[in-house]
């Protein structure tokens, strides 16, 4: 509530030491929160914005890059790689499950050109966590000074991410999702080897460098969404206040709760193997409209809920848990949720899935 009220209030001129101080810390608090080097740049974007500039510093044309394509983000690399002129060179695989180690590992060794590795934490659109540590591990294992840059924007807050730890080269943000506030910022924190290795592209307002130069006296190159950056502010206080470990925690057992009322509701998880704590996508069963369902619960319960995408689309829904959620609101979500199944002459007796939700979440509880 502080932070939604923040973005109404009065904010600083943004060159003055009111705000760098904001701003600065603001960058701590992510740091520490990913285990970062140093303070990630705060972008005035959306997290795409933060994807594309991690192409544009990080490469130039002609470079053999490596995109895991297990979903619509996934494919999203690949894309702005080739916009870029990349030789982009993706993996695919099934939505909801995990890239293959060996498979990523064999084609570096096939392509040793290929400088950089491009993947998601979590893969919003299947609901599938990545294990980012271990696949780091193994990349390293055959090429040592690759790139391996993490699209992260929604599993911060919900997964663990250790950027020294796991020797990341660069993690991306955003501030709709873990942060819990509107869209418009995005975040890059980038290793020494990737500050090493920027490249001489053509760039303007994405200039990785130029933003260090100035946000390491605490300000942006540019104006920076100001409202915004406040209300970041805020909620990084209270996460801060919170304890890192108590929030990866909270995700756990809300996300573990809601798959198990999903499951109740007699609905599968696309990504069963290993499941994000961000958000649970489930396969709908053909005889129920996905589409309806969705408008459904947004124009008769006000709950907003997202559906499938691309080839996805209408076979799918992606119940989010994430950021500064309650559990309650889940509660009334998955009611809703159950008397809109029913509507659509799914058998299930109602309350299964909130109950079972309610359940699941207090003998777990903190
Ligand atoms: C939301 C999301 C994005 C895109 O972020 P925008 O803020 O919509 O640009 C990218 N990657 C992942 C994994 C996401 O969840």
Redesign the pocket.
């Given at each position: 509530m502080n932070v939604q009220l923040a973005a109404i209030e009065s904010y600083p001129y943004h060159r003055t030491d009111e705000f760098y101080k904001i701003f600065a810390n603001c960058g701590k608090a992510l740091a520490k929160f990913i285990d970062a080097p140093t303070s990630p740049l705060i972008l005035s974007s959306?997290?795409?914005?933060a994807?594309e500039a991690a192409i544009t510093n990080l490469t130039k044309p002609g470079d053999s890059i490596l995109t895991l394509n297990g979903g619509k983000?996934g494919q999203?690399w690949g894309e702005i790689g080739n916009v870029y002129e990349c030789d982009v060179h993706e993996l695919s695989f099934p939505w909801g499950q995990e890239p293959d180690t060996a498979k990523i590992c064999e084609t570096l060794q096939n392509n040793p050109r290929i400088k950089a590795i491009f993947l998601?934490a979590?893969?919003?659109s299947s609901g599938a966590a990545y294990p980012v540590e271990d696949i780091a591990k193994a990349v390293r294992s055959v090429r040592p000074e690759i790139l391996i840059i993490v699209?992260a924007?929604?599993a911060f807050g919900a997964e663990e991410v250790r950027m020294q730890d796991w020797d990341l080269d660069a993690v991306v943000m955003?501030s709709?999702?873990g942060p819990g506030i509107p869209?418009g910022l995005?975040f890059i924190s980038l290793s020494a080897r990737a500050w090493g290795s920027i490249s001489k592209r053509p760039k303007f307002y994405f200039d990785l460098e130029k933003e260090r130069h100035q946000q390491e006296k605490g300000m942006s190159a540019f104006t920076p969404a100001i409202s915004l950056v406040v209300q970041l502010s805020l909620a990084l206080k209270n996460m801060q206040e919170t304890g890192w470990q108590n929030i990866l925690r909270h995700h756990q057992i809300a996300a573990d709760a809601v798959r198990s009322a999903m499951q109740a509701l007699g609905l599968k998880l696309l990504a069963a193997k290993r499941p994000s704590n961000a958000l649970t996508a489930v396969i709908l069963p053909d005889t129920v409209d996905g589409k309806a369902l969705v408008k459904n619960l947004r124009e008769l319960h006000q709950m907003t809920v997202a559906g499938g995408q691309g080839h996805m689309a209408g076979k799918l829904l992606r119940f989010a848990h994430l950021g500064a959620f309650d559990p309650g609101d889940i509660a009334a979500g998955l009611l809703a949720l159950e008397q809109e199944l029913i509507r659509q002459n799914h058998s299930i007796t109602r309350g299964t899935g909130a109950g079972t939700f309610w359940h699941h979440y207090h003998s777990q509880s903190l």
């Open positions: 959306s997290g795409t914005g994807m983000f999203r998601q979590n893969e919003t699209d924007i929604s955003g709709q999702k869209p995005s």
